[in-house]
């Protein structure tokens, strides 16, 4: 006796070919009552400015250096920085089991805005793209030198985000981290057995079998699109990241948290190789399962087994957002998948 799948009632496997993985999808979970942890809501009144938040214009941060009174985006380095650009070597006769490699690089903070009070859904276009623009100028300049420069954006305290004002943290390494090493490996084995980047197929497929929402509507074709950040200007790139963000917050009717980061091919020294697998693209990947106060713990199963979700791709339609087949990472839009 056969039985059709139903993927909101069956569990089964599904296959993420940026990290050549399986995660298991068991939707039918989502009908068991939560008597599990809720969260605060995040808090409402933040005050546009703070004479003790160190973020904030004219104020002294932990290491005594006090910010400018900058109006637009303001770059620092990190006074607690996870990297540093002369940690030494712990050399090479090591006992295989207990290897170490030496770790150097730089980390920044980068401010959006001069206000603590808004976010990036809440900012201007103009202010946007200001803050694309120097995304592109820091990767430019840390990326002449350092094999991987990783943007990343914790929004919200749920995400382990200490302070409200709207910024990002810019790390640069000396060697290509575990996440883009292994992307880089299947957008590289892709494009050599199909003759096109893995990304690009992957939103020609979604767009023809209209499987997943289209979260944003826009004129211009896929094809432009999946170049739009590259050969066209930030605007387009700030109005879609406006208007994603926007629904991610009227999704819950909450400041919506999330982690974020730009995926793009590695640099320094890999600048002089052929890259034509890679396509630029950023990941979103937010905490929140069922509503603004529960949610989603990456425990038990998935640390000792592999990853699980409780939701599909197309269930979340229903919610006018997408995800991907991992279930945790949100695209730009389904129309590009990757920016």
């Keep these: 006796l056969s039985v059709l799948l139903l993927p909101p009632e069956h569990q089964h496997l599904r296959y993420n070919p940026l990290k050549d993985s399986w995660v298991l999808v068991s939707a039918h979970r989502m009908k068991r009552p939560w008597a599990g942890q809720v969260e605060k809501p995040p808090e409402e009144l933040i005050p ?60 920044k903070v980068m401010c959006f805005h001069p206000w603590s009070d808004v976010t990036l859904p809440l900012m201007k276009k103009e202010e946007i ?66 003759g096109e980047p893995l990304l690009v197929q992957y939103a020609k497929q979604e767009a023809e079998k209209k499987v997943h929402y289209v979260l944003i509507k826009i004129k211009f074709p896929i094809a432009f699109l999946l170049f739009l950040y590259l050969y066209c200007c930030s605007s387009g790139l700030a109005a879609i990241m406006k208007q994603l963000l926007t629904k991610y917050d009227n999704l819950f009717e909450v400041s919506f948290p999330y982690s974020m980061g730009w995926h793009g091919a590695p640099t320094g020294p890999h600048l002089k190789e052929d890259n034509s697998h890679w396509q630029l693209h950023a990941h979103y990947y937010p905490p929140l399962l069922r509503s603004a106060t529960v949610k989603k713990f990456m425990v038990g199963y998935e640390m000792l087994a592999q990853e699980q979700r409780d939701l599909t791709p197309e269930q979340v339609t229903h919610f006018a957002l997408y995800t991907d087949q991992c279930g945790t990472r949100f695209w730009l839009t389904s129309a590009i998948a990757h920016l």
């Excluded at 709207?166 to 050599?192: G, I, K």
């Design 129 to 194: 793209i200001k803050v694309i623009d120097k995304w592109a100028e820091i990767v430019e300049e840390l990326g002449a030198t350092y094999p991987w420069v990783q943007i990343f954006e914790n929004k919200g305290a749920m995400m382990g985000c200490s302070n409200p004002h709207p910024h990002c943290q810019v790390w640069a390494s000396s060697f290509l981290p575990n996440e883009p090493a292994v992307s880089d490996r299947c957008q590289r084995a892709y494009y050599q057995k199909n």
């Design 48 to 107: 546009r400015y703070d004479p003790r938040n160190p973020l904030c214009p004219g104020n002294t941060r932990a290491n005594g250096e006090v910010n400018p009174s900058y109006d637009s985006t303001f770059v620092f380095e990190n006074d607690f920085p996870a990297l540093q650009p002369d940690a030494p070597d712990p050399g090479s006769d090591q006992h295989p089991l207990f290897q170490s490699k030496a770790a150097r690089g730089v980390c």
